[in-house]
């Protein structure tokens, strides 16, 4: 399956600041990739879909111009969250399509902390 | 959005006892599929299901997807401290709506 990573694992950002989250696709150029949102002991929320030359696609109730995201290249997605609050508190999660149509593979995650 | 349930919520068991974990829609899918996380980590993809009535062994894991490809088991045998953590379920990417089930969180006791 493919490999992703994300970058960073953890980050802790003052309330006001903004964060970027990477997502990269390390052997599999992929034109799709999905963010996901995770609160504790509860399952991954689709955020929006990535797409590579265009413009993301979000999902109702996520706010476009506070999670901003960029897919310039066929392994390189970033989630952008601006003027963070502690609301935004979460586990981040990126994804990529497979090979197969059928199949998806997620990251290890970001935790972002906001104090 | 395509609604996936998951029961149980939660479940905790004593080592080597079995146990099943489902998941339903009211949807049908062109495929499913069952993931394992670990707390802070990404969920791992186990297994992806895609004919009706098919189903998959992985060791002591099978998953089954229903005839009508609305709904999915998974089963594990002799269950270890290892098989613990958050089962998810999720339509594959070829739906159109990408939504996980809310989990079930499976406890293994030593």
């Known amino acids: 399956g493919a490999v992703v990573s994300q970058h960073p694992s953890r980050v802790i950002c003052k309330s006001g600041t903004s964060v970027k989250i990477e997502c990269r696709s390390l052997?599999?150029?992929?034109?799709?990739m999905f963010w996901y949102r995770q609160f504790p002991k509860q399952s991954l929320m689709l955020m929006a879909t990535s797409n590579e030359g265009s413009k993301a696609t979000y999902e109702q109730g996520v706010e476009k111009d506070k999670f901003l995201i960029n897919h310039a290249s066929l392994t390189l997605s970033t989630l952008t969250v601006t003027s963070a609050h502690p609301e935004d508190s979460s586990f981040y999660i990126c994804?990529?399509?497979?090979?197969?149509?059928?199949?998806?593979?997620f990251g290890p995650g970001t935790r972002l902390t906001v104090t | 959005t395509q609604l996936l349930e998951q029961s149980p919520q939660f479940l905790s068991i004593q080592e080597g006892e079995n146990l099943t974990v489902y998941c339903n829609s009211s949807s049908v899918f062109s495929s499913l599929q069952w993931y394992r996380q670990e707390p802070g980590e990404g969920p791992v993809l186990l297994v992806t299901?895609?004919?009706?009535?098919e189903v998959k062994k992985l060791k002591r894991l099978t998953f089954q997807f229903g005839d009508a490809r609305k709904d999915s088991s998974l089963h594990i045998t002799a269950a270890q401290p290892g098989d613990t953590g958050l089962y998810l379920c999720a339509p594959g990417p070829n739906d159109y709506k990408l939504s996980f089930g809310a989990g079930t969180t499976v406890t293994v006791r030593a």
């Open positions: 052997d599999f150029q992929a034109t799709t």
């Open positions: 994804s990529v399509g497979g090979l197969s149509s059928y199949e998806q593979y």
């Open positions: 299901v895609v004919t009706g009535g």
